[in-house]
Structure formats: C-alpha cells, structure tokens
C-alpha cells in the first residue's frame, strides 16, 4: 500500500507565499513521478505542477508558471510546492499525486494514489 500526505495549506494575504509538503511512503516503488492539482468549488480538478524523479524534470500549469516552484527530495520521498505571489483565484484544495508508470502528466486520471488535500485560502 502507498499512503500520500499532504500538509502547509492555509489562509495567506494576496501577494504571500506558502509552502506545500507532500510525503510518499509505503511500497511507493521510488515514486517515479508526484505532481499538485488543485480543486476549487464547482471547478474541475486543475494541473497545477508535476516532478519527475529521474532526471529531476517539472512542468507548471500556465497560471501558476514563475511563481509555484515544485521541488523534491529524494531520500524522504517528499515533494513541496513554494506558492509566491498567491491571488485570491489561487484559493482551492491542493492534492498530492503519485504516478507509479512516471509520466508525470497534466491529467490527473493516470495518477494512482492521492492525498487527502490541504486547503489554501488567499484572501483580497
């Protein structure tokens, strides 16, 4: 079993910044590749980044690209998310995925485990 952890959310000022903490553990087989989604109420779930293991590669999702930066570290089995610059549309639950085939990819279907969710709230 793999279990998926998220933590960090929490209610930030526009314009500040958090940082998003997502632990892997169980028969995670090296997490080959975790990514964040986000879901606001009413939305679909939104491609917000992913990190593949080999090589360290990331891609953001548009809205979110020069200001999240996801990064990992291998030895925990973490990955974060740094939020500078959070707007109000930045408000939403924020999901950890896990991806055991490594494609890291922008729908978040293929991914096999998740986290529970951590709520991010930027206010105006």
């Known amino acids: 079993q793999v279990q998926v952890v998220e933590s960090g959310g929490g209610l930030v000022q526009a314009g500040g910044s958090l940082r998003l903490s997502c632990a892997a553990s169980?028969?995670?087989?090296?997490?080959?590749?975790m990514g964040w989604f986000r879901q606001a109420p009413g939305k679909e779930r939104e491609f917000v980044a992913t990190i593949i293991r080999t090589g360290g590669y990331t891609y953001y999702g548009d809205s979110v690209k020069g200001r999240f930066t996801i990064s990992r570290d291998n030895a925990k089995n973490t990955i974060y998310l740094q939020m500078n610059s959070l707007k109000p549309e930045d408000t939403a639950v924020y999901y950890c995925g896990l991806d055991q085939e490594g494609v890291g990819g922008t729908n978040w279907r293929p991914y096999d485990y998740w986290g529970q969710g951590t709520q991010v709230t930027v206010s105006s």
């Open positions: 169980g028969r995670t087989l090296g997490w080959p590749a």
